[in-house]
């Protein structure tokens, strides 16, 4: 007979990890990336859907959508009858009322030691995505001083900032915005992505608030753009840095991995932009890379 475990004598070996945003049943984004890459890390990864899509919004017409913040609550209530707590939390795409829940309930499921990485995917191009608006950005604004590490692109920055002259620019801007996400918000590390160069190159530009550092990474542009490539370079980042890896060398494995699945993607004779990245051919190199980074001090 198999001994019933009471809730009290629940003890984890590894890490317990918590990994919120959408499911979306067709395309490689969101949930259906990051978990497999954070899994990788070695963490025990626990899901919290926020929304169940039959594809995702980009490009893909008439997808079903199904809000499953009621649903959230539900599980959330359970898991804190379990005094469930995770030591990293990864928050990605959301939608209103699945942020106010977590934004409600998020301090009950960590502790002063949780890593809290927020990517605060709301718009790109200089535009909000359908079905966003001042609101939302206005609950953003809230969410994300729970974040040890926030990634916006330059469009979300512009909008958690109100200044929209942010909207279009580069290198530059990005090293302004970064600066006053910290000032505004306090968050530790701030890593703004997917900042386009004139010279086929990409770039991330991160700072630490306790150095005042700022720095840019560069990467090889590719002349296509897949949906699902911030989703992926986030939970890359976030895997490698819960691996043990500092967060500049942890922006430069993500990079490394997306560098690698869109070269692959290319090299494919037909491609739909719209189902993203197979990121398998990447995977060998990203787990060993991890795996060198577990006796690494977190900086």
């Not at 499921?109 to 809290?116: A, D, E, I, R, S």
């Amino acid at each position: 007979m198999v001994k019933q475990i009471s809730d009290k004598e629940v003890k984890f070996l590894r890490s317990q990890v918590l990994v919120s945003q959408d499911l979306s049943c067709f395309g490689q984004v969101s949930l259906q990336t990051a978990l497999p890459l954070i899994s990788a890390s070695g963490a025990n990864v626990s899901a919290l859907p926020t929304a169940l899509l039959s594809t995702h919004t980009g490009g893909f017409a008439d997808n079903t959508y199904l809000d499953l913040s009621l649903e959230m609550a539900r599980i959330i209530t359970h898991w804190q009858k379990l005094k469930l707590n995770f030591d990293g939390v990864y928050l990605g795409y959301l939608g209103l009322k699945p942020l106010k829940e977590l934004q409600n309930s998020l301090s009950t499921l960590t502790t002063p030691k949780t890593l809290v990485l927020i990517d605060p995917v709301m718009g790109d191009n200089g535009h909000l995505y359908h079905g966003f608006d001042q609101e939302y950005v206005n609950a953003m604004k809230e969410l994300i001083q729970r974040a040890n590490i926030l990634t916006p692109n330059l469009t979300e920055a512009a909008f958690l900032l109100d200044q929209p002259q942010l909207l279009n620019g580069g290198i530059k801007e990005a090293s302004i915005a970064v600066k006053q996400l910290q000032e505004r918000f306090g968050i530790p590390f701030i890593l703004i992505t997917g900042i386009p160069l004139a010279n086929d190159q990409i770039a991330v530009v991160g700072c630490q608030k306790t150095t005042g550092e700022i720095w840019v990474k560069t990467q090889t542009r590719f002349p296509a753009s897949y949906f699902g490539t911030g989703d992926i370079f986030a939970a890359a980042l976030f895997a490698a840095v819960i691996s043990g890896h500092s967060i500049q060398h942890s922006c430069d494995i993500a990079l490394e991995l997306l560098h690698t699945a869109i070269r692959a993607r290319q090299e494919e004779s037909q491609s739909d932009p719209r189902v993203g990245l197979n990121y398998n051919s990447a995977l060998p190199k990203f787990l060993k890379q991890l795996a060198q980074g577990e006796t690494n001090d977190r900086r």
